[in-house]
């Protein structure tokens, strides 16, 4: 049974960074050996999820929200089956749950991000990034 778990939220200063991470089990021969769509996703009170960054585990393509191009970055270290998003130069805007999710189904990647995960088959709990400005 696949299961993410996100760790690594917290409260930050505006301009700080943090990275998540996000450990995943039950998914080692795919992430290993075969690819995945693996992302994170995040909603702010009273908004609707939207998607911040997907990387396509095999081929190692990455897809990135506009409001999040050159300050975020995500990676995956297969031997550790784990997906991490840096966050760098924090902004208010950027508080919010943040929710790993993951899918078998990789050529999905982009719509998935357009779509705010709609659709993708396995979901993490979430951690709570809060900025102080």
């Known amino acids: 049974q696949v299961q993410l778990v996100e760790s690594g939220g917290g409260s930050v200063q505006a301009g700080g960074s943090l990275r998540l991470s996000c450990e995943t089990s039950?998914?080692?021969?795919?992430?290993?050996?075969?690819?995945?769509?693996m992302g994170w996703f995040r909603q702010a009170p009273g908004k609707e999820r939207e998607g911040v960054a997907l990387i396509n585990t095999g081929a190692g393509s990455t897809f990135y929200a506009d409001s999040v191009k050159g300050r975020f970055t995500i990676s995956t270290d297969n031997a550790k089956n784990t997906l991490y998003l840096q966050m760098n130069s924090l902004q208010p805007e950027d508080a919010a749950m943040y929710y790993c999710a993951a899918d078998p189904r990789p050529s999905y990647c982009a719509p998935y991000l357009t779509r705010g995960g709609a659709g993708m088959a396995y979901w993490g709990k979430g951690t709570l990034v809060t900025i102080a400005s």
């Open positions: 039950g998914f080692t021969y795919e992430f290993t050996y075969r690819s995945v769509c």
